[in-house]
């Protein structure tokens, strides 16, 4: 099929209250007329999601955006006139022609204008909001392929297959609706980018604040897990790890560091895999999922890995890597 075939095809899938799933800039998502009950309800069923976590509505552009939000104050018109096409999600009162199966029972939505040329072309073509989280089962590692998606969701659904996810963790979702913006699930675009333009805002804790999970359901701690034992450390803990490995040589391991920082006796170790990320945090990002993913498929077992420096640039990182080892340490 050619491109522009599959796009009318995918367009025709969700017009029949059918899902897809379709590239982003930050993951693969898996999509439903966010106008259809039903359609939605496919959505929750297919990736065993808490009926309680909302769903991303996706437009193509902030003209679009402003009819499925009650409210539209000029913090988002700022927002989406400096952000989108982009990885910024704005939390907003939400118009009736979302259905409540999307926002689970929210009167809020969250929307989101994509930066992707295959995810725009589908919902020009579509011609509505698309509804769409993240195109893994609950609780797994965001897919930023389409061999993820289909490895999570099976062959029967139809992706359209833009290669992999050039931002590769999720959208930072904003929510507007409080007196004070906040910010809900921090991502690319940052806490900072966001102040200079909109001014005084709350910032997240990385890794998840549980009086925050009520306010954004799918904010729980243990989220972006991989299947093996995912345990952290910092810089400074390596020489416990390195024991844990020597105790641990039975079990296949992986050791994941920031840039070329690692170690040759662990290294040398049989059973230990030793993975370096890059040492920018977006290059970092983009390969941080596909990377643990890899690492599930070898039967890696525990996963160490090291946690880049407390800085602002790495705030979104940080934060996914505090998911994925929560509850292991
Ligand atoms: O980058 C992304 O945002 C990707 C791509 C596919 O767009 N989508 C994504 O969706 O990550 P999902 O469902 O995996 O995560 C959506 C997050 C959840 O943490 C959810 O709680 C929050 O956004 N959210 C959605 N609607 C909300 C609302 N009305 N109020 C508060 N939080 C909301
Ligand atoms: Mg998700």
Redesign the pocket.
Known sequence: MSEKSEILHAAEILRHGELVAFP???????GADATNAAAIRKIFAAKG?PAT??????VAEASIARRYAAVWPDAAQRLAERFWPG?L?L?LP?HPSIVREA??G?D???L?C?DHPLALALLRQFDGPIA?????RSTRV?PTTAQHVRDEMGPDLFILDGGPCP?G???T?L?L?SERPRI??P?AISAQQIAELIGDIEESSAGGDPSRAA?????QPL?YAPRAKAYRFDPSDLPAVLRWCELHSGEPTAVIFVGTSDNATLAGLPNVRVIRLPQDPAEYARRLYATLRELDARGIRAIWIEMPPALPQWHAVRDRLLRATAGNH
Do not use: C, F, W
Request: no cysteine.
């Open positions: 982003t800039e930050t993951v693969y998502g898996l999601r976590n909302p769903l991303i509505v996706h990885p999600t939390v939400k926002t689970a929210l809020t939505v969250g989101r994509p769409a989280p993240s195109a893994n965001s931002v963790i999720e959208s979702v929510d609706v809900l699930r991502g306010m954004s359901p799918g904010q989220h």
